[in-house]
């Protein structure tokens, strides 16, 4: 595995693998890799001939009171991970090196109304600092494919936009979140929580499950089952940012067009704040298959 810590040595990198003629998959992260890291680099691995990751905590997507400097960076352990997983490239580079003249006079890419909902409301500017780092590293990188989890579903949605809009040649591919066998997704936030609160994160799917099972049955009163989630995430000891059904193309609210419903929940378990999903097919047929995917 080769480590590049700045943009020329990447692209050199990436411009000998184009010359022998193969195709590359990008998998972009936060490092403090877990399970679900690994996921997306095996997915990778299926999809291209090179597989390149980087490791970028990204202060331009943290909020002024956000966990920017408490955020674990483990380098070490996240290397070892990678090369035995069989990563042909690891970028990590530093704040300088993707911006040269510092934040303030950074280009910001943004994706209206996506990027303006859900986490977005709560967490100003979050996505422009996502979009804008994505954007910039796919240009570094130019990949042929990259790979994200789908347990940020809205991230997920927004790259997908801006992909589209930008007309960037680039194929995005969501991998299925993983979870622990108590159905908490795994986040590097999770190591944030106290023994007592880790026994009761896992009620965020338990609750989205839930939900999801009562559409199934034909329950159609998205506002009540809303508001009976964060009722019962409140009782649990949770903080409900959000949690709402929608259209899981858009975003926006259910309507007689939608034909994959997204339950979306924000929740903050003493200090650390978690996010999941479920999704749900209103095609009768594939059903079972929605409800099978936890």
Not at 23 to 47: C, E, I, S, Y
Not at 286 to 293: P, Q
């Amino acid at each position: 595995m080769r480590t590049c810590n700045n943009k020329a040595q990447l692209q050199t990198a990436v411009k000998h693998c184009r010359k022998e003629g193969q195709t590359v998959a990008f998998v972009p992260t936060m490092g403090n890799l877990h399970q679900g890291h690994l996921d997306l680099v095996r997915k990778a691995r299926k999809l291209c001939d090179v597989v390149v990751v980087s490791i970028f905590v990204n202060p331009l997507q943290f909020g002024p009171n956000e966990d920017l400097d408490a955020y674990p960076r483990t380098m070490a352990a996240d290397k070892e991970k990678l090369f035995s997983e069989g990563v042909n490239i690891l970028y990590a580079p530093g704040v300088d090196d993707i911006y040269p003249e510092g934040m303030d006079h950074q280009t910001v890419v943004s994706v209206p109304d996506l990027g303006d909902t859900l986490c977005g409301s709560s967490r100003p500017g979050h996505f422009d600092g996502v979009t804008t780092v994505v954007s910039k590293l796919f240009n570094i990188v130019q990949p042929d494919t990259a790979i994200f989890g789908e347990k940020d579903f809205q991230q997920l949605s927004i790259v997908r936009k801006m992909v589209e809009d930008l007309c960037m040649p680039i194929t995005i591919v969501g991998v299925a979140t993983t979870r622990d066998r108590d159905g908490l997704a795994m986040s590097s936030r999770n190591g944030y929580l106290s023994p007592e609160e880790r026994r009761i994160a896992p009620l965020l799917h338990q609750t989205l499950n839930t939900c999801r099972e009562a559409i199934a049955c034909g329950f159609d009163n998205f506002l009540q089952l809303e508001s009976h989630a964060r009722m019962q995430l409140l009782q649990a000891g949770f903080e409900p940012d959000y949690f709402a059904i929608r259209d899981a193309r858009t975003l926006r609210a259910v309507t007689d067009n939608t034909e994959e419903v997204a339950i979306l929940a924000a929740a903050r378990l003493g200090n650390t704040r978690l996010i999941d999903n479920v999704r749900l097919s209103l095609n009768p047929v594939d059903d079972w298959r929605m409800l099978a995917d936890g």
